[in-house]
């Protein structure tokens, strides 16, 4: 294969090895197999353009037509001309196109549907970027400048996701680029001449010493160092810095922890809420039963925001531990406050992957298997070693605190550390946002009526509107904005409440978690995507932490925080209201009257499956699930490819042969091929300059041979030399037995790394690639002779002169 050849094959590996850092952002990803198909016709028309030879940016230009060709056929066949030429109407099915995916990205959450609007804009891009990194590196020779497309693909890749890009995406765009260079580098050697593979022999050594230093060449010993220099800022900048989540290795999910014990960073889950208020289709999420009278106060909460930096709320780096069994009290909360227990079991539907696991406030006991960790300050649990919710069915046991207007009134000053923790606030904060809470809340007598005044001018009286496409923001200059425009939705609410009663004085935080949800007819509630909320806590002593609901048309207000609060109750256990069982049940009822939003729970119409427990999903299709079962077996075997090709060889190499003379040959000429690519396996570089004898004494030296396997070696290398030199050569019995002792007495000899690598990455295995090499320069140089053959030869004409007689 020619170098350029070598460079196009790697720059289109390169480009879809970076292109799989997207797969996570877009479902199904059938759209990576079609814009590696489109770009692999783009890469050979660059191929076909050079070889012609044309001119660079004329062979640029020929791509970028068959790119726009390729896309009209995919998704504007029916406007173009004749079903492949572009034209007037092409452009603008794909601008339509283009508008229309633009519209899906800011509705759907991760992973999008595939729509023709996103599929245009995946398939175009790779393509875009494929283009550029063929033309730097292939065309213009220059691989290095190639990377930043490539960086730009997986950038994009890593920031829609929301930072959460795996490090196996990174791994394959790096071998991609990498690969790049590798290809450059051998194209720039080979034009300065041929390149020995032997080590260099430095003058006036004997002949022992010679050999005793086998280093790389110079650059091969460049590119290590550059390689693992760049390695190890890789993964040890990235720990040392607090802006970035870890390592080039972290599993990125911000936690962390043992059975004794650990930390959880700071995590932001409010990146998806939006997107999650938006959607089209309100997915099914969470489905429980409770034996709660009141269902309106089963918020379902996922994790408290307690630290405000000026940019966002966020939750603040805590230590957990194991899930005790019961909980803890919960904070704050006194016995002359009146609570009723609850019983809850939930089911989380199957594609429902959240870290954090959903459940009342505050709950006193959970039951659930997996991996997860108790966070005492928030009273959540989190899942540990990539532990989620995924499937999970849980109970929880909860108190719903029911406090008088006359407790909350009356509460006393909250402990100084905890005051001093949760009334902080940036010192970037807008004035204007504590000297609106002290106008709205003036004439207050104490911090409850404070609170429910923030809470009614937000809800009612302050002319404040509900629009989840508002763009969303959670530092001081949103709440600011927030607070002139009066637009915004749950997000805007909790945090610019929950900011403002800290300018008051009051412990705040903002609570990330889901309304009630809606009721079935089987008595069971069910939770969709859309009721994700986030609504502000606000501390009481004596009550602990205490919910407001700030947002109109969400949620519900408290009945502590209305004109007319409920009057003190002792403890007592509700009884079961909704279902005599406690656990989730998604059977149908066949009179179900396919309430609103029935359709994201599959209750209409009469193919709805009966006595199915919890929220179904049907999984992945069989193409799906064929492509994973592939994939993985890909990525099994692919490894085990050197070693399976090196045991077929040597298997063919030691097999029986004919009798010939030409077959004895063979046979010698295979079994010291097989001793000098054993000693490259291990380590020795072979030395095609060098005769047989020596080849040997450098193999023994170098290998540390002696005794039997020594002997076997010179036997083998004599064996070589008589059927190439005597006149009549005839066979040596006994080569098999040799080469398996010669390969013994290396293994014993090697470290055991050098015998895993021997075995598992063979470096003989590198005869494949130039063996595949030499095939496909035989092909092209057949193929070549052959298009000149067809090629008419033109026929030279003399002019006849008058004189000339007439044949």
Known sequence: MSGRGRLALCAYAATVLSACSMLPLVDPAVWLVQAAFLLAIVSAVGALARRVPLARPLT?????????????????????????????????????????GSSDVGQYA??????????????????????????????????????????????????????????????LAA?????????????????????????????????????????????????????????????????????????????????GGDGAGG???????????????????????????????????MYLRIVALDEFDGASWRSSERHITDVPDPLPP????????????????????????QSWLPMPFPATQVKIKGDWRFEPVGRTLVGDRKQTTRGAQYTVASLLVRPTATQLAQAPTPPLALLDEYTRVPDSLPSVVGATARRVTSGAANNYEKAVKLQDWFSTSGGFTYNTHVASGSGTEAIANFLKEKEGFCVHFSFAMAAMARTLG?????????????????????????????????????VGWTRFEPTPTRGSAPDYTRSQAPADSPSNPARPARSPSA???????????????????????????????????????????????????????????PLLWRGRVRARRLGSGGRTPADAVARTLAAWQEITDTAWDYGILPDDSLTPRKAAVRVILLGHLDGAAAASVHRAAGAVERVLYAPDP???????????????????????????RAVLAPRSAVRVIWSASRHWTRLSTTLSHHAARLRPTPTLRWPRSRSSPRP
């Not at 213009?140 to 960086?151: D, E, I, K, N, V």
């Not at 990146?271 to 999420?285: A, C, F, I």
């Not at 903002?510 to 009721?519: D, L, M, N, S």
């Not at 209750?603 to 499956?609: I, L, N, Q």
């Open 175 to 255: 071998a991609g680029y990498l690969l790049l260079l590798l290809a450059e580098g051998r194209d720039r050697l080979a034009r300065w001449g041929r390149v020995f593979s032997g080590a260099a022999r430095p003058p006036g050594r004997a002949q022992q010493g010679m050999f005793e230093n086998t280093a790389p060449l110079a650059p091969v010993r460049t590119g290590r160092r550059i390689g693992a220099l760049a390695l190890g800022i890789a993964l040890v900048i990235p720990a040392m810095l607090p802006a970035l989540d870890g390592g080039l290795l972290s599993g990125g999910d911000g936690q």
């Open 330 to 353: 919960p904070d704050g909360l006194s016995s002359a406050v009146g609570t009723t227990e609850v019983q809850t079991s939930v089911s989380a539907a199957g594609w429902y992957a």
């Open 263 to 297: 930390t959880i960073s700071a995590v932001n889950p409010l990146v998806s809420l939006q997107n999650s208020l938006n959607q089209p289709e309100d997915r099914e999420v969470l489905r429980y039963n409770t034996n709660s009278q009141d269902s309106d106060e």
């Open 583 to 641: 656990e989730p049940s998604a059977a149908p009822s066949v009179a179900d009257s396919c309430p609103p939003g029935a359709r994201r729970l599959g209750d209409c119409g009469a193919t709805a499956a009966a006595g199915v427990a919890g929220p179904t999903d049907s999984g992945p299709s069989a193409p799906a699930l064929i492509g994973t079962v592939l994939g993985v077996a890909a990525l099994l075997v692919l490894p085990l490819l």
């Open 60 to 100: 640029v230009l020929a791509q970028a037509v068959m790119a726009l060709v390729t896309l009209t056929v995919v998704f504007a066949r029916r406007q173009a001309i004749g079903g492949i030429l572009p034209g007037p109407d092409v452009f603008v099915q794909l601008n339509s196109l283009l508008q229309q």
């Open 730 to 756: 005839q066979p040596t019995p006994g080569l098999v037995d040799d080469v398996t002792r010669v390969r013994v007495a290396l293994r014993e000899q090697a470290s055991r790394l050098g015998t895993l």
């Open 506 to 542: 009051i412990p705040a935080r903002v609570a990330v978690g889901f309304t009630p949800g809606e009721p079935r007819s089987d008595g069971t509630m069910s939770v969709g995507l859309r009721d994700a909320h986030a609504w502000p806590e606000l501390y009481f002593q004596g």
């Open 110 to 171: 991760i992973p999008a549907p595939a729509t023709p609007g996103i599929r245009l804009m995946m398939v175009g891009g790779v393509l875009i970027i494929g283009l550029c990194v063929d033309a730097l590196a292939v065309t213009f020779r220059s691989a290095a400048p190639a990377g930043l497309p490539l960086l730009a693909l997986y950038s994009v890749a890593a920031g829609l996701s929301g930072g959460g890009a795996s490090w196996l995406w990174f791994v």
